[in-house]
């Protein structure tokens, strides 16, 4: 089987999971007496809002799971992850899917966002409106009801309540930050700086986008050692930023980063190296909806003294060498595979969206 029609498979047997745990969650519902339109209601928030992404999160938690119970040390794979690891693994990947599902309903409304995977924005659905705040605190509901019935009596159950929890509140932090720094309706570029970008990205991507999915996976696995998952944080962490940086490059040509008054690595590369001419350009023109306006921003960022591509081609050398050494310097005794690391940075290396 070729890696595509391989890729195709295996989202297939991972949506398969959705579906029962829609079921679950609406069971529940209907057991506990809701009436009939709000479990459709229910169950129509679920579906339009959690499945239709990449799915790359939830689907890194399965792919972590088969690497540490499933392959040697020399990442030959040894055999297929049973029914039941498979099952909790999904599961586990779902939850991340409805965590970030509860991001986005709630980012949406505060950014008074249009679109979403090409199409409309869940509270701009005809009916939904301000009950799209309760439905965003619907689908985080939804996380802890899944891991009570599935893992309740697991060892590790504990330890998926406090992975959740805490980077639930690491998100929620960078998207304060992110607020605070760049509302949309009033620009101020003083308050933007790349150390402000840095913990945005850390704390509003990275740790439930990329240490979450392989955190799960690991206290799935059976691994304790807090040492281990230190050595993960330290790896996965650096790769969210990564991402996140090349995300807001490749927005800057194909995005509306511009207009929508951004703090990302682009304007923020821009300020450090601007001159004074080009800082004006930048204040009377950054978050403008306006063609014009962001024609002159981008010339800027292509203006030879700032040039954003070539910063970001240093940039993308840079974070290769410097997280392939973090990965190449895992002990052998600490718990985990390189092939973790790998297959993750993979994902994204040279990603063109």
């Not at 297939?12 to 339109?37: C, H, K």
């Not at 709000?38 to 799915?55: C, Q």
């Not at 599935?150 to 998207?175: A, I, N, S």
């Not at 040509?253 to 690595?265: L, Q």
Request: negative net charge.
């Amino acid at each position: 089987m070729v890696a595509a029609e391989l890729k195709v498979v295996k989202r297939q047997r991972f949506e398969s999971v959705f579906d029962l745990i829609v079921d679950d969650l609406v069971n529940f519902m209907r057991e506990n007496g809701m009436p009939q339109d709000a479990v459709e209601w229910y169950r129509r928030s679920l579906e339009y809002n959690t499945p239709g992404g990449k799915l790359n999160r939830g689907l890194s938690v399965v792919d972590t799971a088969e690497i540490l119970l499933c392959t040697n040390d020399q990442g030959d794979k040894m055999r297929e992850l049973s029914d039941e690891e498979y099952n909790d693994a999904a599961i586990l990947g779902w939850c991340v899917e409805l965590l970030q599902a509860y991001f986005l309903v709630a980012d949406d409304m505060m950014d008074a966002s249009i679109t979403r995977r090409g199409h409309p924005c869940w509270y701009r659905l005809s009916g939904v409106g301000n009950i799209a705040i309760n439905d965003s605190f619907m689908l985080d509901g939804a996380i802890y009801f899944l891991l009570k019935k599935y893992f309740r009596t697991k060892p590790f159950y504990v330890h998926l309540l406090e992975l959740f929890h805490d980077t639930t509140f690491q998100t929620e932090l960078g998207q304060l930050i992110d607020l605070i720094t760049a509302p949309e309706d009033a620009v101020d570029l003083n308050k933007f700086s790349l150390d402000k970008h840095h913990l945005i990205v850390v704390y509003k991507t990275a740790f439930y986008s990329f240490y979450l999915p392989v955190a799960l996976a690991m206290a799935m696995c059976g691994i304790k050692d807090e040492s281990a998952y230190k050595y993960a944080l330290d790896i996965l962490i650096p790769l969210g930023e990564y991402f996140q940086v090349q995300d807001d490059y490749l927005d800057a040509y194909v995005g509306t980063d511009i207009r929508d008054n951004k703090c990302s690595w682009n304007i923020n590369v821009a300020l450090a190296n601007s001159t004074q001419e080009q800082r004006k350009v930048l204040d009377e023109n950054y978050g403008q909806k306006d063609d014009t306006c962001e024609a002159r921003v981008k010339d800027v960022f292509n203006a030879s003294n700032v040039n954003i591509q070539g910063k970001f081609a240093a940039y993308e050398k840079e974070s290769y060498d410097r997280i392939h050494g973090l990965i190449n310097a895992l002990p052998e005794n600490a718990g985990l595979k390189r092939a973790v690391f790998v297959s993750f940075f993979e994902k994204v290396y040279k990603r063109t969206k």
